[in-house]
């Protein structure tokens, strides 16, 4: 198994920035590809970025391209999610998630998540 904790989450301004973190457990995270997903309530759960084994591919959303970059540490078992120029609508619960399927952007595709983290952007 992976277990999966998320922090970093927090209130911000519009236009603010946060730095989320997940760290994992075991000796196996190297050997997944990972993503983020968030959440709002109501909602359904959406793909945010992805990156694969190394961090050397990665891949956004949309909505997030050229505001939030995802990076990890394989000697740390972490990966992040840098949110820079948030905007209202990045408000969710933030989930790290590591894959076992090969379509990144599907929720289906993710086997171990985290708990999530509120991230709350204000005006």
């Known amino acids: 198994q992976v277990q999966l904790v998320e922090s970093g989450g927090g209130l911000v301004q519009a236009g603010g920035s946060l730095r989320l973190s997940c760290a994992a457990s075991g000796r196996t995270f190297s050997s997944y590809a990972m993503g983020w997903f968030r959440q709002a309530p109501g909602k359904e759960r959406d793909f945010v970025a992805t990156?694969?084994?190394?961090?050397?591919?990665?891949d956004y959303a949309d909505s997030v391209k050229g505001r939030f970059t995802i990076s990890r540490d394989n000697t740390k078992n972490t990966v992040y999610l840098q949110m820079n120029s948030l905007k209202p609508e990045d408000t969710a619960v933030y989930y790290c998630?590591?894959?076992?399927?090969?379509?990144?952007?599907?929720?289906?595709?993710?086997?171990?998540w985290g708990q999530g983290t509120q991230v709350t952007v204000s005006l």
């Open positions: 998630a590591a894959r076992a399927l090969p379509v990144a952007t599907q929720a289906v595709s993710y086997i171990y």
């Open positions: 990156i694969n084994m190394r961090g050397g591919t990665t």
